[in-house]
């Protein structure tokens, strides 16, 4: 180490890693890791078993076991949230969609290249989706079928009122779907509190797997009347579900050993305490980050009140002696990648809560920015 980075310190996760202090892919355990360091056949009887196992535990986490299948992808999140779109929502149907990032704007991304009807109930990106207009909305359209909505925003970490708007959704008879990506597995959501007819998530993010596979859970009632509504064959769930309910095998090559590490991480999901327990750790890791930013004069994008334990945004310094790539890239030195800002409203970086991450790490990547403020001639404080 040079005499310039002489006061910092570099740390790196197990494997010489950086911590990833993002939205995903995420900082995973070595157990996840290790997982991977086997070859299954997808047609071999023990992949088949740990598949069903997997998909089980999905429904489980639910509260959906009577009611609900879960149905894998191959691909990135936003992969299953495509085919979400596209399966459920028929082709004369009409979506709409709750916006306030840019997560719900891909969703009409989406409609536009399947030729979906749509239209956007938007509230601006720190401001939760308005209960009352949607119920009025709902009210004065009737050819809306569909609403679907983003959980937890990660453009800002918003956390929506789900469950609100699942019974505002339930009331009118229309069919809802749910974004739940940067949620799944840390913040609450059973089948018996929220009605939806879809969710999607992903192997990473909160479950802390590898990247690389998306899974709807869809009440059955629901998935069974999607047939022919997929113009895409291999984000057909329809298909890929009547397909596995024949014989429990994926219509095409899956990615084994993303479902090897999957597995091990719903184990330790398990020992951790499921949603509860992650949940705990993320908020606990939340709290510590929020609290020291703040200590050193940043500010956060959203009260507390509002705020998921995922990501969290915050307002870019106004001095002009902090320039946002300097400061990114001093960090991966140190060992820890945050993120860009994605918002339209305010310039912003956001630094994420979740992955394989907890105080060490929280109040580590708080010192590092600290110091590095000192060498900004800041005295540690931005304001």
Not at 172 to 198: C, E, N, Q, T, Y
Not at 203 to 211: H, R
Not at 225 to 252: E, I, P
Request: aromatic fraction near 8%; hydrophobic fraction near 35%; proline fraction near 4%.
């Amino acid at each position: 180490m040079n005499n310039q980075n002489s006061s910092f310190e570099v740390v790196a996760s197990g494997t010489g890693d950086p911590y990833l202090l993002t939205p995903g892919p995420l900082t995973t355990s070595e157990t996840v890791k290790q997982a991977m360091l086997h070859d299954y056949g997808s047609r071999d009887n023990d992949f088949i078993d740990l598949n069903q196992r997997v998909l089980d535990r999905l429904v489980e986490m639910v509260d959906g076991a009577s009611s609900h299948v879960a149905v894998p992808l191959q691909g990135s999140g936003t992969f299953v949230v495509e085919a979400m779109i596209g399966c459920f929502v028929p082709r004369d149907g009409k979506l709409l969609i709750c916006v306030n990032g840019a997560y719900g704007h891909r969703i009409a991304s989406m409609c536009q290249y399947y030729q979906r009807s749509y239209l956007i109930q938007e509230s601006n990106e720190e401001t939760p989706i308005d209960i009352n207009e949607l119920d009025r909305r709902l009210s004065e359209d009737e050819s809306i079928t569909h609403v679907a909505v983003v959980y937890c925003e990660t453009t800002s970490g918003i956390l929506n009122p789900i469950k609100e708007i699942s019974e505002v959704v339930k009331k009118h008879h229309r069919g809802f779907l749910i974004d739940a990506m940067s949620a799944f597995g840390a913040l609450p959501l059973s089948s018996k509190d929220v009605h939806f007819d879809a969710v999607v998530a992903s192997s990473n993010k909160c479950l802390e797997g590898a990247p690389g596979m998306g899974f709807c859970i869809a009440r059955e009632e629901a998935i069974e009347v999607t047939q022919g509504n997929a113009m895409s064959l291999s984000l057909d769930l329809y298909d890929q579900w009547t397909a596995m309910k024949k014989n429990r095998q994926w219509r095409f090559t899956p990615p084994t050993h993303v479902l090897l590490a999957f597995n091990q991480a719903l184990n330790e999901f398990d020992d951790e305490g499921g949603v509860e327990g992650r949940g705990q750790r993320y908020q606990s890791n939340c709290d510590i980050l929020v609290k020291g930013m703040r200590d050193m004069g940043f500010e956060t994008l959203l009260p507390d009140k509002l705020q998921a334990p995922i990501i969290i945004t915050f307002h870019m310094p106004r001095d002009s002696r902090f320039e946002f790539s300097a400061f990114y890239d001093r960090l991966r030195e140190m060992g820890y990648v945050i993120y860009p800002g994605k918002l339209t409203i305010a310039d912003s970086f956001r630094v994420g809560c979740i992955g394989r991450l907890d105080e060490t790490q929280m109040r580590g990547v708080l010192a590092t920015i600290r110091l590095y403020l000192d060498r900004l001639g800041l005295e540690g404080r931005v304001s």
